[in-house]
């Protein structure tokens, strides 16, 4: 994307998302029955999904504000990637994981 828009691209550690990444971990190493392991690893992952979808819908919105189609067509298809997985995650817990952790 770098070269889209005629930058140089580093990365950086976000606090917010090695934030999200410690909550995951602690949700694995929990003494719990799995299916409840399974619900709580799913919620995790979807607050990174949302946290990303947030991010995601602003640098699209600045692209396009910015008039760089290209890049706001490219950020855009993320953030529908992110949307999806978010979507798969939700039906993957309201279909079955989250029943069997009330068990």
């Known amino acids: 994307m770098g ?4 930058a140089s691209v580093e990365g950086n550690t976000c606090d917010a998302m090695q934030g999200l990444i410690q909550e995951s971990q602690e949700m694995i190493a929990l003494e ?3 299916h409840v392991k399974d619900a709580g690893l799913i919620a995790a992952a979807q607050k990174v999904e949302h946290y990303e979808m ?3 819908g602003c640098l699209c919105t600045w692209a396009e504000e910015l008039d760089l189609a ?5 950020l ?3 953030l529908e990637e992110e949307k999806r997985a978010d979507a798969r995650l939700t039906q993957l817990a309201e279909a079955r994981i989250n029943a ?3 068990r």
């Not at 070269?3 to 005629?6: D, E, F, G, M, V």
């Not at 290209?70 to 490219?74: F, K, P, R, S, T």
Request: no cysteine; net charge negative.
């Open 54 to 56: 947030a991010t995601y």
């Open 32 to 34: 719990a029955e799995p």
């Open 3 to 6: 070269r889209l828009i005629n």
């Open 76 to 78: 855009h298809d993320i």
């Open 100 to 102: 069997l952790a009330r």
């Open 70 to 74: 290209d890049v706001q067509h490219l």
